[in-house]
């Protein structure tokens, strides 16, 4: 079962159904307190009505998020149509029908929780801190108030942990788990052969009127991408700040402003006991030596006896001082959490095995000297200038790209921007350059840029990095010439018609096999029966497949054949059917596909769950507003 699953876990296709299950979470943000609310409402949950405005919001967010899964392979006709924005507005639905479940299970999210969300997320920060008046600007930037923001965070919050809580219900017990380790594990054993499409190529005759007919049925197989090119123009905080003039004067006055930003890192001296090891026998020692540290032994005496570092156990564990991102991530983090002199921390685990940590000193940070520091202040000072002028030009960027929005050259002059330009690139856009990113391709096919001829609104790629598009040349969608397409056409037809040959001999020889006839007179390229897993790599996984969907023969062999994706024909029979041994598998691979099927039955409650509460809701959709 989770063979299968992950065999299939691949492609658009599955990428696609997993965006659509994932919509009620996935979005962040609704947009139910975005402003300009449209008056045409797609559907009602409940007397809340969900509007026109909020269903592209979330509809052109999905498209974004598939874009960038899909990257070359995204078709934008794949997330057109009435179909696709039913499945969206379901999600919208459901988003709000767990909203409603959660105030009526009286869950709450106090301040406190919504506050240090805010205060931690990095895009809310200057310098590693909270910035108020960012946090402000930045929200303003994407139509949002620090209130309705807050408000919209607190309802995402709360289904999240309404879903969460429904999630973890989901329980796996160990008879499951062995059924599903049984089945994943199971042996099947085999014999196969194959008809080659070779043998039958000669036997195939094309003409030029079955190839016309073919290309003229098919044209749209054979069309040429439409194309665009744009030119553009950016706004980068990176580049702003190599343009900055530095002032040593200016820098020394930003030194003595920002002084508590050029201190250098706190050392911390320790002691350790290890034990080398990552069994629960190591484990089992270091728990000893911590038990008698609580008893009131000494802890550099224990390091001299028992510690099995032998550079630092004749000091009694000393390690000397040290700052940050010198030590093992795990010891760093232990010895940093430590809060006063002498406190001792639980066992901790490293590639070396288990330590126990004492710390024996701190030394406080200190500033450091200008000259010790200088580069660095130079970068804080160019990026700080920057900022102030990223901020100043992106203003003046969006008003003169639309006062003038037949051209870029004015923006360009008054910036002090160069236009330029980039190679031709399809809806699928570009591995790199800006037509890689997805809002860029959006707008260089977007009605105002393709069709007007107009500059694009402000295209934000990142916090600190804008560009404004406009049209350079298009080249539609067009049909290939019959004459250049025709030699592949010819071979597609020959494939086709020899594969069927095979196919046709295929069958007639399954069906002999199933009278009682000898697969080794029948088949010269027969293989005797072996037993094979579900991943094993001595057979085609293509037959592998076929093999497992097979039923389990019970007093005679079973019999099955198909066509291979390079036109082959294969003949499999099955002969017996061993489950795994659930003893065998190892501990590791065990609790994964524990996890594995923890997660499936935790999103089949959750989805057990929204179908209950649809039941129960008063729900109206109006279809005419979706096509």
Do not use: C
Not at 71 to 99: T, Y
Not at 263 to 279: F, K, M
């Amino acid at each position: 079962m989770l063979h299968y699953i992950r065999d299939r876990a691949q492609g658009w296709i599955a990428w696609f159904i997993v965006g659509l299950i994932s919509i009620p979470f996935a979005l962040w943000g609704v947009n139910s307190y975005m402003t300009g609310a449209s008056d045409v409402v797609v559907a009602e949950v409940n007397g809340h009505e969900i509007n026109q405005t909020e269903l592209q919001q979330s509809l052109q967010q999905y498209r974004d998020q598939m874009r960038n899964v899909l990257g070359e392979q995204f078709d934008p006709a794949m997330f057109e149509g009435a179909a696709v924005k039913r499945n969206i507005l379901d999600g919208l639905i459901e988003q709000r029908l767990l909203h409603e479940a959660s105030q009526k299970l009286g869950q709450t999210v106090n301040d406190a929780s919504v506050s240090e969300m805010i205060r931690s997320n990095p895009a809310f920060q200057r310098d590693g801190q909270f910035d108020p008046d960012y946090y402000a600007m930045m929200l303003a930037r994407v139509g949002y108030s620090p209130a309705s923001f807050e408000a919209q965070l607190r309802n995402d919050l709360l289904t999240q942990e309404l879903t969460r809580n429904i999630q973890r219900s989901a329980i796996v017990t160990p008879v499951q788990l062995d059924r599903v380790l049984e089945l994943e594990k199971q042996q099947r054993e085999i014999a196969y052969g194959v008809v080659p499409l070779q043998n039958y190529v000669d036997k195939v005759s094309i003409d030029d009127e079955a190839v016309r007919a073919y290309y003229d049925n098919n044209k749209t197989a054979y069309t040429a991408p439409e194309q665009v090119r744009v030119n553009y123009v950016e706004l980068n905080i990176d580049s702003i700040a190599d343009t900055i003039t530095v002032d040593e004067e200016a820098l020394q006055q930003f030194y003595v402003d920002n002084e508590s930003q050029f201190v250098g890192p706190e050392q911390r001296r320790v002691s350790h006991i290890l034990i080398e090891g990552d069994d629960e026998q190591a484990l089992a020692e270091i728990e000893k030596i911590a038990e008698r540290l609580q008893q009131g032994e000494d802890f550099g005496t224990l390091a001299k006896a028992e510690s099995q570092d032998t550079g630092s156990a004749a000091q009694g564990g000393d390690l000397g001082y040290f700052g940050p991102d010198v030590m093992e991530p795990a010891f760093e983090e232990a010895a940093f959490a430590l809060e006063n002199v002498g406190d001792i921390s639980e066992p901790v685990q490293t590639e070396f095995g288990y330590h126990l940590i004492k710390l024996t000193g701190v030394e406080s940070p200190e500033v450091q000297d200008f000259s010790d520091v200088r580069t660095e202040v130079e970068q804080r000072y160019r990026s700080q200038q920057a900022e102030a002028q990223f901020y100043d030009k992106a203003e003046q960027l969006a008003n003169l790209s639309f006062e003038n929005p037949d051209s870029l050259d004015v923006a360009a002059e008054e910036l002090g921007l160069e236009i330029q330009t980039t190679p031709l690139f399809t809806r699928g856009g570009t591995e790199s350059g800006i037509s890689s990113e997805a809002k860029v391709v959006e707008a260089a096919f977007s009605e105002d840029v393709l069709q007007n001829e107009l500059n694009s609104a402000v295209i934000e790629l990142s916090d600190t990095h804008l560009v404004v598009i406009h049209k350079n040349k298009h080249i539609p969608e067009s049909v290939l010439p019959f004459e250049s397409v025709k030699p592949a056409i010819e071979q597609q037809l020959l494939f086709d018609e020899a594969s069927q040959f095979a196919r046709e001999k295929g069958e007639a020889i399954v069906a002999e096999l199933k009278t009682g006839a000898e697969a080794q007179t029948l088949l010269e390229s027969w293989q005797p029966a072996a037993f094979y897993g579900r991943d094993s790599e001595a057979v085609s996984q293509q037959i592998l497949q076929r093999a497992f969907e097979m039923q389990k023969p019970e007093s005679q062999a079973q019999y099955t054949g198909f066509t291979a994706d390079n036109g082959n024909y294969v003949v499999i029979k099955l002969t017996d059917v061993q489950n795994g041994q659930t003893a065998d598998v190892e501990a590791e691979e065990r609790q994964s596909i524990q996890e594995q099927l923890q997660q499936m039955m935790s999103n089949a409650e959750l989805q057990a769950f929204i179908a209950s509460l649809r039941a129960d809701a008063d729900i109206e959709i109006r279809d005419k507003s979706l096509r």
